[in-house]
């Protein structure tokens, strides 16, 4: 397998500033450029396989949001917000020079992306938003929020990738290979061991949310997504507890009215792996 190339840029929050990583595959001359961000708790090497499916097309970039992977962490925690993530995208935009960007998002990278495609004269050509919408149940965000942030610590590779496995259910059906793939760079050396690669500090604000601040911002989000003009692709697992159906169906008739594609077998979230999942975002992307 082609390996990507590491690269950082710089970007301001509340403290001062912090370096942003992100992987790059494909041609970096080629002016078509293709983002593609994680969710919560992930990383940016959860592209891998999509990558390199789209890159005799696109330069891909891949970033590791601030607080995952390769990235910096935030001295301020409650600087792990949606909005301060859009900006680090803005600023990441300009590093690559890229006047016109496809967008893949899930889960959290689709909520940036609709953040940055909602904006006045955004660069965002084309969205793919996985398995996220303006609606986000409650009962999901309870599920993530037992695991998010725990000090956790695994003796090996195959013991960390069960537990992973273990908290994933949602995101389907995987080959072992395939599983061992995606949780490698899931995970931090600690001595003898392995940690996972997050700022457990990720959760402070995610676990500050109220049922009044929920509210506000799922109307914050309708207005930002009635706000995106370009053609967009929503993918969603037909058993996802983040998205139901009917928000769903919602976003087809509003705003971008967004194409929809489910996978069954699938909850939350499709991961872009599998052949299928794959094949039906590239051809969003490089269709009429």
């Known amino acids: 397998m082609t390996e990507p190339r590491l690269k950082h840029v710089q970007c301001l929050d509340t403290r001062g500033l912090h370096r942003m990583a992100y992987w790059e595959w494909g041609d970096p001359a080629n002016a078509r450029v293709l983002v593609c961000v994680h969710g919560l708790s992930r990383q940016g090497r959860d592209f891998d396989t999509l990558a390199q499916a789209m890159s005799d097309h696109y330069r891909v970039v891949c970033p590791d949001v601030a607080g995952r992977g390769q990235s910096d962490w935030l001295a301020d925690p409650m600087g792990y917000q949606i909005p301060a993530y859009v900006a680090d995208m803005v600023t990441l935009l300009a590093r690559l020079d890229a006047s016109e960007v496809h967008w893949v998002g899930t889960s959290m990278g689709g909520l940036i992306g609709m953040g940055l495609a909602s904006l006045p004269q955004s660069p965002v050509r084309r969205l793919v938003l996985n398995d996220v919408g303006p609606t986000i149940q409650a009962d999901a ?34 080959t072992r290979e395939q599983w061992l793939a995606l949780t490698r760079p899931m995970l ?32 914050a989000l309708w207005r930002s997504y009635d706000a995106v003009t370009c053609p967009t692709l929503l993918l969603r697992g037909a058993d996802s507890d983040l998205l139901t159906r009917e928000t769903a169906q919602d976003m087809t008739r509003r705003g971008p009215m967004a194409r929809l594609h489910e996978f069954a077998g699938v909850g939350h979230a499709p991961m872009l792996v599998v052949a299928e999942q794959v094949a039906v975002a590239r051809e969003f992307l490089l269709g009429p």
């Open 141 to 174: 965000i309870a599920r993530i929020g037992t695991y998010l942030g725990l000090p956790v610590r695994w003796s090996s590779l195959e013991e960390a990738a069960d537990y992973m496995l273990s908290i994933s259910q949602g995101f389907g059906p995987h």
């Open 188 to 219: 931090k050396t600690d001595g003898a061991g392995f940690t996972p690669h997050y700022d457990p500090a990720i959760a402070v604000p995610f676990k500050a949310i109220t049922p009044e601040f929920a509210a506000a911002g799922q109307a």
